[in-house]
């Protein structure tokens, strides 16, 4: 039986919204609140590439 979510998944969606929070101002807060619990470079690099292109497209 697998697992809904996979990490890998779950770090990339994470990161997605940690970066659209982070356009707003309030990626800080939501780390703080443990949204983003990994490392940034696990929870938002995974996703900057794939987000700055569907933004701009």
Known sequence: MQAPFKRN???RYVGTLALLAGKTGTFRRM???????VDFDDCGLASVAPFNLAAEA
Not at 31 to 37: E, I, K, L, P, Q
């Open 9 to 11: 998944q779950r770090v």
């Open 31 to 37: 780390t703080r609140n443990g949204w983003c619990s």
